[in-house]
C-alpha cells in the first residue's frame, strides 16, 4: 500500500503544491487569492441579481414587480459601463485630491493587461469585484421610490448621484489620498477611519440618497394604507436568503484574498445577522404577538449591513452586539421614526441601509480586536466624522441629482393613473402574472 501511494499520489500531490504556490513564491500572482476573488465577485453579483430583485420585487404590489426586476437589471448593465468608462478612474486614480481621484490611464481599462496585477490577484479581477459594488449601491436606493418614479427619471437620478456621490466617497474611503484617511481638515495625524467594506460608502450613501428621493417624490397612493402589501412573501425571504449568502463575498471579499482576515469577516458577518434576526423577530413577537416571515428577512439584512464596516477589525462579541443594536434601531426606524416624520420610504431604504449604516459604523470604532487597532471614544469620534461627512455629502449630491432628473425627463413622477395601473404595463408594456390564465 505504501508503495502505490508513493507511487501513483505523492506525485500528483507534489504537482498540486508546486502549481498552486508557484507565483505565491515569487510574491506575485496568488492563485488561491484570485480564486476566493472570482468566487466573491459571483456573490456580490449574486446579491443585486437575483437578490435584490427579489427582495424587493415581493415587497411591492403585484402590478409593479416587473419594474423593479427590470431597474436592477438596468443598474446591472448602466453601472458596469460607467466604472469601465471613467468610473474607476475617478474612483481609484492616484491624481486628482481628497476627494475625486484621477488617472486618465484608467478610463475605458486601457492600463489592464492580462497580466496586470493588483496586489496578488489580476487587476481584471479587482476592479470586476468593485463592479459589483458600484451596482448594487444605487440599486439599493430604487426601494426607497418604489412604485411611483419614472424609469428615465430613476436612470438620470442614479446615474448623477453616483458620479457626484459614490465615485467620491469611494475614493474618501478607499483612495490612495481620499479624506478618510488623510491628515486635513476632517482627520488629524494618525486618524484614520475605518470602513472595511463599504458601511460608509454603499450603505449610509444610498440610504441618505434613498430618503432625499422619496421625500422629494412624495407618498405613494393610499400611504399609509392596508393596500400597500407585499405581493410575494416567498419571494422577499428566498431574496433574502441570497443577499445573505452573497454577503460573505461582499464583506470576506473585501479582504481581498483567501487570508486570515477573511474568514474572521465571514464568521463576524454571520454571527451580527444571525443576532439581528433572533433580536427582530423577538421584538415582532413582543409587541405584534406574531414573528413574521419579512420581519425576520429585514431582520437578516440590517445585521449585515450594520457588520459591513466592522467586519474586518472586529471580534465575535462585537460582532453579537453590533447585529443586535443595529435590528433593534432599525425596527424602530421602520416600524416608528418614518411615521413619525411622515416620508414614504417604500422598502425601508434609510430604515435599514442608512440606519443600519450609521449604527454599524459607530460602532466600529467601539469594538475592535486584538491586533486591529485601538478602539474607544478617540476612534468613536473619527468614526463619527465620517459618518458626518456622509450623510451631508450623499444628501447634498442627492438633491442635485433629483433635480437635475425633475428637469431632464419633465417631472420624477409618473401621472396618477400610471401609478393607479401599475408601472409595469404603463412603463414597460408587461405584466408579471396572467390572472386569466
Known sequence: ???????????????????????????????????????????????????LALFYGGLVRAKNVLSIFVQCFAMAGVMSILWVAFGYAVAAGEGGNAY?????????LNHIQEATLSGTIPESVWVTFQMTFIIISPAIIVGAFAERMKFS??????????????????????GGNGLFHNAGW????????????????????????????????GKRRGYPGPALVPHNVPFVLVGAALLWVGWFGFNAGSAAGASAGAGMAML??????????????????????????????????????AITPAAGSTNVVGALIIGAVASAVCYLAA?????????????????????????????????????????GLAQFIVQAKSV??????????????????????????????????????????EEAYNWEA
Not at 449630491?397 to 408601472?423: N, P, Q
Open 1 to 51: 500500500m505504501m508503495k502505490l501511494i508513493k507511487t501513483y499520489c505523492m506525485p500528483l500531490f507534489l504537482l498540486a503544491l508546486t502549481t498552486s504556490h508557484a507565483c505565491a513564491a515569487d510574491d506575485t500572482l496568488d492563485t488561491g487569492d484570485t480564486a476566493w476573488m472570482l468566487t466573491s465577485t459571483v456573490l456580490v453579483l449574486m446579491m443585486c441579481l437575483p437578490g
Open 100 to 108: 475625486f481621484g484621477w488617472d486618465k490611464s484608467f478610463a475605458f
Open 153 to 174: 427619471a430613476m436612470l438620470v437620478f442614479t446615474v448623477i448621484w453616483t458620479i457626484l456621490s459614490y465615485l467620491p466617497m469611494w475614493h474618501m474611503a478607499w
Open 186 to 217: 476632517l482627520m488629524s495625524e494618525g486618524e484614520a477611519a475605518i470602513d472595511f467594506a463599504g458601511g460608509n460608502v454603499v450603505h449610509i450613501n444610498a440610504g441618505i440618497a434613498g430618503l432625499v428621493a422619496c421625500i422629494f417624490i
Open 268 to 305: 463576524t458577518t454571520q454571527v451580527a445577522s444571525a443576532v439581528a434576526v433572533v433580536v427582530w423577530m423577538a421584538l415582532e413577537w413582543i409587541v405584534s404577538k406574531k414573528p413574521t416571515a419579512v420581519g425576520v428577512a429585514t431582520g437578516a439584512v440590517a445585521g449585515l449591513v
Open 335 to 375: 416600524t416608528k421614526l418614518k411615521h413619525a416624520f411622515g416620508y414614504d420610504d417604500s422598502l425601508d431604504v434609510f430604515g435599514v441601509h442608512g440606519v443600519g449604516g450609521i449604527v454599524g459604523a459607530l460602532l466600529t470604532g467601539v469594538f475592535i480586536r486584538e491586533g486591529a487597532g485601538d478602539g
Open 388 to 429: 458626518i461627512l456622509t450623510i451631508v455629502w450623499s444628501g447634498v449630491a442627492s438633491v442635485i441629482a433629483i433635480f437635475a432628473a425633475k428637469i431632464l425627463c419633465r417631472g420624477i413622477r409618473v401621472e396618477e393613473e400610471l401609478e393607479h395601473d401599475g408601472l409595469d404595463r404603463d412603463e414597460h408594456g
